[in-house]
């Protein structure tokens, strides 16, 4: 009896002689993982991902397997890994600015590409901090992000593909944190330390040309416009009504009036 032959590098099974030979629901599993890994290193966008998945889990063949990784390197190929500080290959790194950031009833940020020294102080007092880390350059492997914030809150947005550890302590305030989406042991790391008091400090990852979140954002917006008008309209509404009702006491009320002096 002829069987399958062991799983290629790529993560598909080597095709047999039989191109129609019958996948099993290990084999699916292993290149739904492997798309799982694309997904995390930035190769396929969220919904190449979800089609992929769905066409490996309607496959029957591994004929059908192989096309969904033909455009993706072999799973134990040295790939070059994800790093803020590729940019150094190419470009200088850029100026320094300083490390301490204040925002005392007002707001600061830091976006585009920057230089992130080893530790980065943010101060914030009834106020606000966004840091963008998408096109900025690591000073090295790990950075730390240092926090004292009360009665604020702190964004950062970071991309695929690096490692956010929260060590800060957060009291009557709260830390949201993205899970790791990546497996990578060298990959960067921003450690976020520090207290926060009544506030919060919030870690959101997105790709540099996330159109699909600005265009929820667009359409976030614009839902809040379609409410607010609306509530403008039945406010317009309830006062021609109210109007409308006080004009006919009024007039009920002569009428009466009338008949009193007739009589």
Same mark, same amino acid.
């Given at each position: ?232 309209? =039945? +406010? /317009?509404?309830? %006062? @021609?009504?109210?109007? #409308? !009702? $006080? *004009?006919? =006491? +009024? /007039?009920?009320? %002569? @009428?009466?009036?009338? #008949? !009193? $002096? *007739?009589?």
């Amino acid at each position: 009896m002829n069987l399958p032959e062991q799983p290629s590098e790529s993560g598909v099974p080597a095709r047999p002689a039989a191109a129609g030979m019958r996948a099993s629901d290990a084999d699916r599993d292993r290149v739904a993982d492997r798309l799982r890994e694309a997904l995390a290193e930035g190769r396929i966008t969220p919904e190449e991902h979800a089609e992929r998945i769905d066409a490996v889990y309607n496959a029957k063949t591994y004929a059908e397997l192989e096309p969904v990784l033909s455009d993706l390197p072999p799973e134990h190929e040295a790939r070059p890994r994800v790093d803020l500080r590729k940019e150094e290959e190419t470009l200088a790194p850029p100026a320094p600015q300083s490390p301490n950031l204040v925002a005392i009833f007002s707001g600061v940020e830091r976006k585009g590409r920057w230089l992130v020294e080893p530790t980065t102080n943010i101060s914030c007092v009834f106020g606000g901090a966004d840091l963008d880390f998408r096109q900025a350059v690591l000073s090295r492997h790990e950075v730390t992000v240092n926090i004292t914030c009360v009665f604020g809150g702190v964004n950062l947005v970071v991309p695929p593909g690096v490692r956010v550890v929260g060590s800060n302590t957060a009291i009557f305030g709260g830390n949201d944190l993205p899970e790791d989406d990546t497996t990578d042991p060298d990959a960067p790391v921003i450690r976020v330390t520090g207290t926060v008091l009544f506030g919060g400090v919030s870690v959101t990852r997105r790709a540099i040309d996330d159109k699909k979140h600005r265009r929820d954002r667009h359409r976030e917006i614009h839902q809040l416009h379609r409410e607010h008008h609306q509530e403008i309209r =039945e +406010r /317009r509404r309830e %006062l @021609r009504d109210d109007t #409308r !009702e $006080r *004009r006919d =006491e +009024r /007039r009920d009320r %002569l @009428r009466e009036l009338r #008949r !009193e $002096r *007739r009589g």
